[in-house]
């Protein structure tokens, strides 16, 4: 969607902040839940330290951006495409805190079973995948977002499917587990969490390319069925 | 799982009303200049209709065709049609008498211009014109009148001075109080606010906000955001054309056409 250029600048630029600091946003929490999943599966401290510290720096973004959002609504009065922009930005800088929040969760509960020395042993249960598949979630939803593509942004909502799907895998995985062994509960629910975490990160990112399309399309495809958001995102 | 959506609630807008007047195929020349084009549009009975679009565009041209002020120039020439209802009267047809047109549809004017007489003579004047002689009739619409126009606790200890000594906020609200004075079907507002200062025009919103109880509003207005806060019905228009009619609240939120949102998002010289 090319957007020509408002007759104030200073107006372009205010919004080209805000979009970049959107973005800037949304790269601090991908590295963040990156490195809570690196934690997890190294068990290194360090790591885990990194991930609460950063969190501080995006609940940073997540106030200046929504600071900067009200200034441009109390100036500006945007409308149309702006608007929407802006409204959107508002709920999608939620979302972003929110998975800052889960992988700080990740990194607190893999600190708490490496300490207890409950670690679960090497393949487990496979988290690391389900977890790309948010991570990646995340990226090109921050994509469509950067590009206003709404159709990738769609693609995006439709993946949350499989993600629901492989926790509840994950979760009978666990209580199989539990069932046959149950001196492993303590260690098999800190991997429920931080599976949830990871799902919960997949939430956030169809949010997010939820939002996008509404800035694109002016439609809000939430709580609808994915074949609405399939036609709004394409026609 | 996906969940069937549940009903979305609305909380704002109003429900669409009957229309009250239409414009059908109209277009309009002064002399060799054509300066509006083909424009149809429907305007809401007790609702608010705002014109929009950059200067020149046709929008105080199209407003003034609705109370035939185009015909005390020669040369300005009518196409096709204004529907005025539920009487299904065309506005523009040669027999139908401008001066009847006017005692149906009231107009304010961009500067307050009030008559060189007292504050009472200026209400009371159309009436006077219609005929009306009682006192008493006369004595109780002027009150009224100004009642509606939220001027009168104003001005009722001062009927008789002389209007000029109004402010001119108050002015544009003794201008309204004229129109109303006659029960006009529609109210036509040439960019009402653009000489008053925000607390003036606020009042006057205000006042367009209650009037839309017993009157249909057709406004021209060059500050989109005053368009967005008391209209119903937006129609952007340019170069003559309507481009865009609709809801105020889809066309500020998700207006069709992208000159429409280039316009009100002010992309556009």
């Known amino acids: ?235 | 799982m996906e969940i069937a959506r549940p009903e979305v609630q609305r909380f704002t807008g109003a429900a669409d009303g009957a229309i009250k007047a239409a414009a059908g195929g109209l277009s309009f020349y002064y002399g060799a200049v054509n300066a509006l084009r083909n424009i149809n549009v429907p305007i809401h009975e007790k609702r608010v209709t705002a014109l929009i679009g950059p200067s020149g565009c046709g929008k105080s041209t199209f407003l003034r065709c609705f109370n035939r002020m185009h015909d005390l120039y020669p040369g300005n020439r009518y196409e096709g049609e204004i529907r005025l209802f539920p009487d299904n009267t065309n506005l523009l047809a040669p027999e139908v008498d401008p001066i009847e047109v006017r005692m149906r549809i009231g107009m304010v004017f961009q500067k307050p211009n009030p008559f060189p007489k007292t504050i009472y003579e200026n209400v009371a004047y159309g009436l006077r014109v219609r005929g009306e002689r009682a006192r008493r009739v006369i004595d109780e619409k002027v009150e009224q009148a100004l009642k509606s126009a939220a001027l009168w606790d104003e001005v009722k200890d001062r009927l008789q001075s002389l209007a000029f000594n109004l402010s001119g906020g108050q002015q544009q609200r003794l201008c309204i109080a004229r129109c109303l004075a006659t029960d006009p079907e529609l109210l036509l507002f040439d960019e009402p606010t653009s000489a008053l200062d925000p607390i003036a025009t606020g009042s006057i919103e205000e006042l367009i906000h209650k009037l839309k109880d017993r009157v249909t509003i057709l406004i021209v207005t060059h500050n989109m955001q005053q368009a967005a806060r008391v209209s119903d019905y937006t129609a952007y228009m340019y170069l003559g054309e309507l481009v865009e009619f609709g809801r105020t609240d889809d066309i500020f939120v998700k207006p069709r056409d992208r000159r429409t949102e280039d316009y009100i998002t002010g992309r556009m010289g």
């Open chain 1, 1 to 235: 969607m090319p957007q020509s250029e408002h007759l104030s600048k200073q107006y372009d630029q205010d919004l080209d902040a805000i979009r970049s600091r959107v973005l800037e946003m949304g790269g601090l929490v991908e590295s963040q839940i990156q490195t809570a999943l690196d934690a997890y599966a190294s068990g290194n401290a360090a790591l885990v330290d990194r991930v609460i510290e950063e969190d501080e720096r995006v609940n940073g973004f997540e106030v200046g951006i929504d600071d900067a959002c009200i200034h441009i609504v109390a100036r500006r009065q945007p409308a149309a495409v702006d608007l929407r922009m802006i409204m959107a930005i508002g709920k999608i800088v939620t979302d972003l805190e929110r998975m800052g929040d889960e992988a700080e969760k990740i990194a607190r509960m893999t600190r708490q079973l490496y300490e207890s020395n409950q670690m679960p042993p090497p393949k487990f249960v496979d988290v690391r995948h389900v977890a790309n598949v948010a991570l990646s979630m995340l990226h090109r939803a921050l994509d469509a977002f950067a590009r206003s593509d709404a159709a990738e942004a769609a693609r995006v909502v439709k993946e949350d499917a499989a993600i629901d799907a492989e926790f509840l895998a994950i979760l009978r995985q666990l209580i199989t587990f539990m069932m046959e062994e149950p001196r492993i509960i303590g260690r098999a629910i800190g991997v429920v969490w931080i599976a949830k975490a990871v799902e919960r990160i997949g939430d956030h990112a169809k949010n997010i390319a939820e939002q996008v399309i509404y800035i694109v399309k002016g439609a809000d495809v939430r709580h609808t069925d994915m074949a609405n958001v399939e036609r709004t995102a394409l026609g």
